[in-house]
């Protein structure tokens, strides 16, 4: 199998990340390319049209702010091998400022669900760590990303917006396509933090999220 790993990354990120992914490809024989451009929708697709028309088995994306290991990309690539039904797979990731970063048909999934199968189905997942079929985005209707405002013309409400990887995977179910959840592929989500002198001089730990939102801790040193 020939499996092309691609990064839709800005100019600036997490070399964390950096260098933890050109290893854990390495590891697996997985070449890998960065999408680079100010829309990274369009970076992306345009990357895996090109390693489509190359002839490559697999295409893994990935975020410049995620972060895994070379094992979970073997898990990874093995389980897209063993289930031929499965389209496209994704990865258990946290949202930065949610929960799990993918949705089903029902739109909630149990604990013992997760627990308890190596594919769950899901209806729209991420691109932190997800492998795709080449076969199958030949069969992806186009545009593959797309993105409209809310019915106030706005992007403010979130049920009536439509953002360019949501666009993507419900596009690609109703192109008739699979997307499954490997609930036990775990990747992580980094994300900078704030260190602060606490009254008692320990430090406290905030995130960006929580400090644009709220400012300094309350029991920050004044």
Known sequence: ??????????????????????????????????????????????????????????????????????????????????????????????????????????????RKELKENALVRVKTGHFGLTLLRAESLKKLKKPWFWSRPDDNGEWIDKESKEDEDTHFWLNFDDSGLNLYLAPRLVIGHLELLIKWPADNLDGIYETLGHYHEFGKPSDCWK
């Open 1 to 110: 199998m020939r499996v092309m790993a691609i990064c839709s990354c800005p100019r600036l990120g997490y070399m964390d990340f950096a260098g933890k992914s050109v290893a854990a490809f390495y590891q697996n024989g997985v070449d890998m390319t960065n999408a680079y451009g100010v829309y990274w929708h369009q970076s992306l697709s345009k990357a895996m049209k090109v390693a489509v028309e190359a002839g490559y088995d697999y295409i893994i994306t990935c975020d410049y702010d995620s972060i895994f290991d070379g094992e979970t990309v073997a898990q990874l690539i093995r389980l897209a091998d063993q289930n031929p039904q499965a389209d496209a797979i994704t990865t258990m990731q946290m949202g930065r400022f949610s929960g799990l970063l993918v949705s089903t048909e029902s739109g909630y999934t149990t």
